[in-house]
Each structure stands twice: as C-alpha cells, then as structure tokens.
C-alpha cells in the first residue's frame, strides 16, 4: 500500500511537469504563429462556384423576360387564297410560313418565351441553333399559353449563354379571317364592263397594332423588342405583294403543280413588330414624285382609273418633303406605299413604309367629296406621315407612354395641314377637333393620366383601353401648351435632338423632357418639372378670376364634383384686359393668389386663356362675365374668334359642373344671331347638342328648337342664295358654317330649309341625276330621309349599295339612320349584322348613329344588349371601336333606370367580359350619373329662358 501511493505520487509531478511544459510549448508556438501569420499571409484555397439553377416557370408578369434581344427577322408568308375565285375555285382561306428569328441571350436560360396566338405550329420543326459554336440546341418541349398572355414556351435541352448569339426557327399556319386584325381577308367588287355580273375581288392586308403581329408569325412583340426584317412573300401569280421593304426581286416558281411568285423585299430598318405590314392584291397604283423616296398610292383598279388617289399623292409628297426640313432629318426608307383598304379596322396605320387606310381617309373624288372630306384626307395622310419620325424611328418604350406616338402626330398634323393649306385655319380647327375633345373625357373622375406607370398596362385589353382622346387629343394639346410657353424655336430645336439621340430606338417621357432641357434657354423653367403635373396627374384644372381683386386660383374641374382630388398644376396663363398688351403669368398654386394681371378698372374687361393655347377652364366673377358678354353683343370683333367660342364652351361646362348659372352659359348664345363665323357657332351646336340629348323626351323640346330656328334664321340666310344654287362660299370656314346652317335649321324645322331639302331630294330619285353641292349632301341626305317614308330610305339604300365612292357610302350610310319609322331603324340594325350589307369596319358607328337618333337610342341600346356577346366576340378587337359603342349609345343617359341598366351590364360581364369597353362604361355611369343629377337641378332652369326667349321682341 505505501509502495503504491509513492508511485502515485512520482506519477502526478511527472504529469505536471509535462503538461506544465506542453502548455508553455503551445503558447511560444502560437506567438510564433501569429507573428509569421502578420508577416506572411497564406493564400485562402479556391472554393468551388454554387450553382445557380436556371430560372423555371412563367414571368412574374404578362410581360417577356428581358433575356433575350431580337436582332432579325427572316419571315417567309404564303397566303393560300386566290383573290378572283370561280365556281371551280377551290378556295383557302389559311396562311402558312416560316421565320427565322435571330437574337442574342444577355442573361442564361433554359427556356425561350415570346409570343404566338391562334397559330398552329409544326413542333418537330422548331430548331435552335447556336451560332457561335456551330451546334443545334435540341428542344424538349413546346408549351402554348392560351391565355392573355399569348406566350410561346420553348423548353430546351441545354443552356443558352450571355453574350451568345442563336436562331430560332419555326413553322406555323394560321386562318386568315375576316376580324380585321393580325394577316386578315378584305373584299370588294370590280364592276363589270360588260354584261356580266360585277366580280369579287379578295385581297390579303394586314393590322397588327397593337399585339396582333403574334397572330402572324412567333414573335417578340413588345414596342422596345426592336429588330430588323427580311421578308418574303409566296402569292399567286398575277397578284401584287407589298411589304415594309423596298422591293427587291420576284421569281416564278411551280410549287404542286401551281405557279407562285416568290417576292422578296429589302431588309428593313430596326423597328417594332407592330410596325411590319404586308398586302397580297390586284391593287393598281398612281405615283408622285419626290427628290429620294419613291410615293405610291395602291386602290381598287377602277378607283385609280377615276382619279380617287391622285388628291393623296400629292399631299403625301408635299407634306413628306415639309417634315423633312422642319424636323432636319430624312425620311430613312427609300419607298412609302399607301394602301386604301376596303375593310380597316382602324381609320388609318402608320406600318413604316407601308401606310393601310380605310378608303374613306385616302380616296378623294371631285365632284363626289365634300371639303370636309378632304381636310380628314389631309389630316390622315399628315398624321401618318408623322408617325414616320414619332413611333416608328423613335419609339415609346412601352403602351402606357402611348401619347409620345400618338400626340406627335395629331399635334404634327395640323403644322403639317397648316403648311399645305394656310386658309383652311388649323389652329382653330386643332382646338375644335382636340382640345374640346380632349375636356370632354378628361373631366371624369374616371379618365387617366396621360403618361401611368408601365406596371398599370399588362394585357391586351390594357393596351387597347390607351387608344383613347387623352392619348391622342389630349397629349397634342398638351405639347401645343409647351410649344407656346417655352417658345416654337426651343421646341422644335429639343424635338430634333430627342430624334438624333434616340433614333431607331426607344423613348419614354422623361427623354423629351430631357431633349427639350438642353434646348431652353431660360434657366429657371425646368421642363420635366412644369410637364410632370400635366402627364402624371389625370384631368386639368379650372382657373378661377376675381377681376375686382385680381385674385387667382386653381381646381380640379370635374363635371360631377363630388368627386375631389387634391391636384395642382403649373399653369401658363395669358391674359389680357380691354385696351392693354397681353401677359402671361405662371400659376404654380393652387391660390388664391393676387396678381395685377387679372384687375380690371371700372368697365374694362379681362380674358384669360388667350387663343386657347392652354390646356385649361376658366370662370370669372359675375361682374366679367356681363362684361365679356356685353362686349359679344355690340363688337364681337374686339374678342379673338377662337375666344369667342372658348367663352361660350367654357360656360356651357361650367353650367354642367355647378359653378355658374346654367343662364348665363345660354346667354353666351344670344349674339350668334348676329355672328357668321364658324368656331363659335360650331361650339355653341356642340353644346346644344348636350342639352337637346338631354331635353329631347321632354316639354323643354318644344321651346328649345324654337329658339335655334330663331338664332340660326340669319345664318341661313346669309348662305341661302348660294344654297338655293347648290354652291359654296370660296371660304373654308364658310363652307363648313353653311353646313352648320342647312343642319341647324332643317333639324329645327324651318320651312324653307325642309321644303329644299325635299325638293332636292326628290329631283335625284326622279331624274337620277344628284345635283346636291357634294358639301351638302350629310345633310341634304339625311334631313329628307328623316322628312320621307320607306321610299325614301329605300332610294337611299339602294344608291348606298350601288356608290363607288367610300365618301359617298359615308354619306348614304349615316342618312339611312335618320328615318324616324322605328321599323326602318330595326332593318337598319339587323344589317350591321350582316358584313354583306354593312362592313364590320363600319357596324359600329352605324350603331351609333342610329342612337344619335333619338327614335332610334332606345332601339340601338336594347339591340346592343341583346347582341352583347356576339358583338364583343366579333367587333370587339378593333382600336377604340367597342369603347366607341359603348360611349355612343349611352350619350343620351339621364334617367335613374338608364343608370340602373348600365350598372346590370357592367355586373352581368364583368371586367374580362367587357374587355376594352371596361373603362368606357366606367365613364357611361360617371356620365349618367352628373347628367341626372344636372337635368333634375336644371330642367326647370331651362325651360324658363328659353320660354323666356321666345317672348322677347
């Protein structure tokens, strides 16, 4: 025991001498360590990369993922039809090709989405080609989303790399229908020069703006996907194919026993897909001449023969060359064909060097066409020609700055028209046609900014919905305003740098805002600040003066003001008093503030808005008014013309909206009976029109009419003598005021008016020979049919059937809506049913005119209703046109059941049932609503002046 515990003992101071010492060791080693570690660093080993999955499964949003950028198109098109059929013609109505998509990957994938719908596509055809390394990528899978997104999904059997470059090849087949939309089938008659019977011609047009490209060919179609096109068209022998290219070669080949033409065209600029457009015809053309491009005018073979084109030609060519020295840039194609198309579902597309119209706003025939018709002409040619430099070398980004395309060329097109033809006063034809417009929808509540976030616009139907007046009307309005204020020069140097620095690209609004910058001299003025209230916020405001104090403010103007958004502008306001120089002063509050510009002394009075160059209402005390109005009454000539009928518009909406007496708008109307100028007897008709759609079922009717026929009793007869004649005044504006003076007192029921009409009338059906001044005829027409029995109406029809100008089938076609026998006005309906009858392009505004009718509204709506889903389904694809419809037949609304049956609609279809016409009838309840509650604080109002009226000496 004792020898054991020794050994214990020798043991444990052994241990802790030893552990003692490996724990000094330790530490003199890390020491050691740490200094070597100071001095000499080591070098971390690599580590292996993480891999990173490939993405999987659809976009977070309708739109394309941005991994992959198109560079080229190589696009082969057979349409199959014949475009002259006989009883042995085995008849095809399908396209089938191939495209040849050329892009580059910037972010890795295993997947390929773009674009496709209602095509068919041969699978085991679609190849994937790595161009850098020479190899097929093979093709797992093909996935086609039948839903609005329209995606085409190509799976892969591999990975496509950043910075390389692929193709993508795909067959397809597709229908070619009749809905005027995507590669589509249009018809007309060749009249016959013998006894046989008229033959049919068909021919192949296409629209694909918005999203229809995809239902031609597989596509990236979104704006900014821009790419180059090579195009080739198969068509049958004999036939004419036209394409965005300059015509390259054509060769003849037998493809199963047939012979095809094969027609190539050059490659095209860089551009969107929505810009690509094709024809397949027996078109002829007439040509103008021009320094570089070649101008063709294609049309139906007999309207070339009879002249129709050559008005065209020559605008297209004068208005391309002034373009090109007010923008300083060249047109960039070497050809600009365009097409007058029998069936257009739009009135006219801007496809880059080959421009679709519907015959009606290409084809001009003398002795056949009004003026009016040939100022829409010239309007559509410049306002196509525009889109040349704005939507198609730059284009906007994405759908929701849609007013970068489409307010350029309205405001463009009247400078342009305005060049051509100085008398005809397109500036105050621009605020008739826009700026009014433009008020009219954008003092709902449910109206929408000019420029909304991109996220806003997802869908097709989304899309659709911003081919509207604020994009159009309302943004040519808007860099009107701006052009003023920072001057015409700054303006139009800022827009030729904003074409410089983003041609054959694309654009958003802070890019002009930018351009514009760096062309304005004046420091303190910042573009995008003063233009982001107007863009960004929805409506405008109304400008309130106080002339006694000077003060001034701004607000919101609705027509329903119940509705309240807490908006203010940067207002440019001129203004000038009685006997002084204008001014101008900048309203960036919403005030009051007091301001000497707007202080009148004793009986001087002060106008504000200044030949309407801004984008707003404006109200003055009572004090102003008396005087404004006072100074109509005895020298008119003191107040600017386009003032005069700013005064009476302005008034009329104020009266709607409650902030004046509704007396005082009608009162701006009392001196029209001694004014012979246009702009403010075409604006007071327009405001009448409101309160007749809103009186015309009522007592006040009666009193009403009978006070136009008194106003418009001078009118008339300062133009009867050359009425009577069937001639025109020489002035432009004259020959538009005589119309409103034949319209006005024929409606009305002025004995001489109606007895001339009747008389003109009937000498046409007897005699066969039309002696109507062409000017007259919308109205001579209508009023007689509306005056006639089912005589009359069928005469009407019978010439409508028979008319080989589109112009005149305009004419014709809205007469027949004029008859007052309810079950002519059914007929009516049921034809635009019938595209033999009445074309698809112009069912729905026949619709409408028939509800313009007030024998026909109800009629027109009921028909509407019930043929809902049949209507959306087959006329609903058109730009504006459905919305149009909806807007149309409910102008009338003011009653509490109307409302009711609009709110049953709108519940009964639902937001995806309704499609494009979602926001219109939005609008149709906003609409109703402020017209029922004005007509029931009004109607009494109302019926009192005009009794009122009526008793004055």
């Known amino acids: 025991m004792g020898k054991g515990v020794l050994l214990s003992k020798v043991l444990a101071v052994m241990t802790a001498v030893m552990t003692v010492s490996s724990v000094s060791g330790m530490i003199i080693m890390l020491i050691i360590y740490q200094r070597e570690y100071k001095l000499n660093p080591p070098t971390r080993p690599p580590t292996a990369n993480a891999t990173v999955p490939l993405p999987t499964g659809l976009p977070p949003s309708m739109r394309l993922p941005k991994n992959l950028v198109p560079q080229r198109y190589d696009l082969h098109l057979q349409p199959l039809l014949y475009t002259q059929t006989t009883n042995t013609t085995n008849q095809t109505l399908a396209f089938k090709g191939s495209s040849n998509i050329s892009f580059l990957c910037v972010e890795r994938t295993g997947t390929i989405f773009l674009h496709s719908k209602d095509l068919s596509l041969t699978e085991n055809t679609i190849r994937v080609n790595d161009v850098d390394q020479g190899k097929v990528i093979p093709v797992s899978g093909v996935t086609q989303h039948m839903n609005e997104t329209n995606f085409l999904e190509i799976h892969l059997n591999g990975e496509l790399k950043v910075g390389s470059n692929y193709t993508l090849f795909i067959e397809f087949k597709g229908v070619l229908g009749d809905d005027l939309a995507g590669l589509y089938v249009s018809k007309y008659t060749e009249k016959?020069?013998?006894?046989?019977?008229?033959?049919?011609?068909?021919?192949?047009?296409?629209?694909?703006?918005?999203?229809?490209?995809?239902?031609?060919?597989?596509?990236?179609?979104?704006?900014?996907?821009?790419?180059?096109?090579?195009?080739?068209?198969?068509?049958?022998?004999?036939?004419?194919?036209?394409?965005?290219?300059?015509?390259?070669?054509?060769?003849?080949?037998?493809?199963?026993?047939?012979?095809?033409?094969?027609?190539?065209?050059?490659?095209?600029?860089?551009?969107?897909?929505?810009?690509?457009?094709?024809?397949?015809?027996?078109?002829?053309?007439?040509?103008?001449?021009?320094?570089?491009?070649?101008?063709?005018?294609?049309?139906?073979?007999?309207?070339?023969?009879?002249g129709q084109a050559d008005y065209a030609s020559g605008v297209t060519e004068k208005m391309l060359s002034f373009y090109e020295v007010y923008l300083g840039r060249m047109y960039g194609f070497k050809k600009m064909d365009l097409v007058a198309a029998p069936d257009f579902g739009g009135v006219a597309m801007e496809n880059w060097g080959l421009i679709m119209f519907r015959e009606s706003a290409l084809l001009y025939e003398e002795g056949v066409s009004s003026i009016t018709n040939q100022e829409w002409i010239a309007t559509v040619v410049a306002h196509e020609l525009a889109h040349q430099w704005f939507g198609n070398l730059v284009t906007m980004k994405w759908w929701n700055n849609l007013w970068l395309n489409e307010g350029f060329a309205t405001y463009l097109s009247y400078l342009g028209v305005d060049h051509l033809q100085p008398d005809w006063n397109m500036e105050n034809l621009m605020v008739l046609n826009e700026i009014q417009t433009a008020f009219q929808v954008d003092s709902?509540?449910?109206?929408?900014?000019?420029?909304?976030?991109?996220?806003?616009?997802?869908?097709?139907?989304?899309?659709?919905?911003?081919?509207?007046?604020?994009?159009?009307?309302?943004?040519?309005?808007?860099?009107?305003?701006?052009?003023?204020?920072?001057?015409?020069?700054?303006?139009?140097?800022?827009?030729?740098?904003?074409?410089?620095?983003?041609?054959?690209?694309?654009?958003?609004?802070?890019?002009?805002?930018?351009?514009?910058?760096?062309?304005?001299?004046?420091?303190?003025?910042?573009?995008?600040?003063?233009?982001?209230?107007?863009?960004?916020?929805?409506?405008?405001?109304?400008?309130?003066?106080?002339?006694?104090?000077?003060?001034?403010?701004?607000?919101?103007?609705?027509l329903n003001q119940t509705s309240t958004y807490d908006l203010v502008w940067h207002v440019p306001i001129r203004v000038r008093k009685s006997g002084d120089n204008p001014s101008i002063v900048l309203l960036k509050t919403s005030g009051p503030e007091t301001k000497a510009d707007f202080r009148a002394n004793h009986n001087q009075w002060v106008l504000a808005n200044l030949n309407c160059v801004g984008y707003y209402r404006v109200n003055y005390n009572p004090e102003n008014w008396a005087r404004l109005l006072d100074q109509m009454e005895t020298d008119p000539q003191e107040i600017p013309l386009i003032?005069?009928?700013?005064?009476?518009?302005?008034?009329?909406?104020?009266?709607?909206?409650?902030?004046?007496?509704?007396?005082?708008?009608?009162?701006?109307?009392?001196?029209?009976?001694?004014?012979?100028?246009?702009?403010?007897?075409?604006v007071a008709i327009r405001n009448f029109n409101y309160f007749l759609l809103m009186f015309d079922r009522s007592e006040v009717y009666g009193p009403m009419q009978a006070y136009l026929r008194n106003q418009v009793q001078?009118?008339?007869q300062h133009f009867e003598n050359v009425t009577?004649?069937?001639?025109?005044?020489?002035?432009?504006?004259?020959?538009?005021?005589?119309?409103?003076?034949?319209?006005?007192?024929?409606?009305?029921?002025?004995?001489?008016?109606?007895?001339?009409?009747?008389?003109?009338?009937?000498?046409?059906?007897?005699?066969?020979?039309?002696?109507?001044?062409?000017?007259?005829?919308?109205?001579?027409?209508?009023?007689?049919?509306?005056?006639?029995?089912?005589?009359?109406?069928?005469?009407?029809?019978?010439?409508?059937?028979?008319?080989?100008?589109?112009?005149?089938?305009?004419?014709?076609?809205?007469?027949?809506?004029?008859?007052?026998?309810?079950?002519?006005?059914?007929?009516?309906?049921?034809?635009?049913?019938?595209?033999?009858?009445?074309?698809?392009?112009?069912?729905?505004?026949?619709?409408?005119?028939?509800?313009?009718?007030?024998?026909?509204?109800?009629?027109?709506?009921?028909?509407?209703?019930?043929?809902?889903?049949?209507?959306?389904?087959?006329?609903?694809?058109?730009?504006?046109?459905?919305?149009?419809?909806?807007?149309?037949?409910?102008?009338?609304?003011?009653?509490?059941?109307?409302?009711?049956?609009?709110?049953?609609?709108?519940?009964?279809?639902?937001?995806?049932?309704?499609g494009s016409a979602s926001r219109a009838l939005e609008q149709a309840i906003e609409r109703t609503q402020a017209n029922i509650q004005w007509v029931k604080q009004n109607k009494r109002t109302v019926l009192e002046w005009f009794k009122g009226e009526l008793r004055r000496p």
């Open 643 to 682: 003032n005069r009928g700013q005064l009476i518009d302005d008034a009329f909406n104020l009266a709607r909206a409650g902030h004046v007496n509704v007396t005082l708008a009608l009162s701006t109307t009392r001196y029209l009976r001694n004014d012979t100028e246009f702009v403010p007897w075409e």
């Open 714 to 716: 001078g009118l008339y």
């Open 444 to 558: 709902l509540a449910s109206s929408h900014p000019l420029s909304c976030e991109e996220n806003d616009i997802q869908s097709p139907s989304d899309i659709t919905e911003q081919f509207d007046d604020i994009s159009y009307s309302k943004g040519a309005a808007l860099l009107r305003m701006l052009a003023d204020y920072i001057s015409k020069g700054s303006f139009i140097l800022g827009v030729k740098k904003y074409l410089d620095a983003l041609q054959y690209s694309n654009a958003d609004d802070r890019d002009l805002w930018e351009h514009l910058q760096q062309a304005v001299d004046m420091n303190f003025l910042k573009v995008e600040e003063f233009m982001y209230t107007w863009t960004n916020q929805m409506g405008y405001p109304l400008i309130t003066i106080n002339t006694t104090t000077g003060a001034v403010s701004q607000q919101h103007f609705l």
């Open 192 to 306: 016959s020069t013998t006894d046989r019977v008229d033959d049919e011609r068909l021919l192949v047009i296409s629209r694909l703006q918005p999203t229809d490209a995809r239902k031609v060919f597989p596509c990236f179609d979104e704006p900014a996907m821009k790419a180059e096109f090579m195009v080739t068209i198969i068509h049958r022998e004999g036939t004419k194919a036209l394409s965005n290219g300059y015509f390259k070669e054509s060769n003849s080949v037998d493809i199963d026993g047939e012979l095809w033409e094969i027609s190539t065209f050059h490659q095209t600029e860089r551009m969107s897909t929505y810009l690509l457009a094709f024809t397949v015809s027996n078109f002829k053309y007439t040509s103008s001449h021009h320094d570089r491009v070649e101008i063709k005018i294609h049309a139906r073979p007999q309207a070339i023969e009879a």
């Open 724 to 914: 009577l004649a069937s001639s025109v005044p020489d002035s432009h504006s004259d020959q538009y005021n005589q119309i409103n003076a034949v319209n006005v007192a024929c409606k009305h029921g002025m004995p001489a008016c109606q007895t001339m009409v009747q008389e003109l009338f009937k000498i046409w059906m007897l005699n066969h020979t039309n002696i109507i001044h062409p000017n007259l005829r919308y109205s001579v027409y209508c009023q007689a049919v509306a005056l006639g029995g089912e005589e009359e109406w069928e005469f009407a029809w019978r010439m409508f059937q028979n008319a080989t100008s589109a112009t005149e089938k305009d004419k014709l076609r809205y007469a027949l809506s004029c008859t007052r026998k309810i079950w002519l006005l059914n007929r009516y309906l049921e034809y635009t049913l019938d595209p033999d009858k009445i074309r698809k392009m112009d069912a729905v505004s026949t619709i409408n005119y028939v509800a313009e009718n007030v024998a026909g509204q109800a009629l027109a709506w009921d028909f509407v209703r019930a043929h809902w889903t049949y209507l959306s389904q087959e006329y609903g694809g058109g730009i504006m046109s459905f919305a149009s419809l909806i807007n149309g037949v409910t102008q009338r609304f003011s009653t509490d059941f109307e409302l009711q049956q609009l709110k049953q609609l709108q519940s009964a279809h639902g937001k995806q049932g309704l």
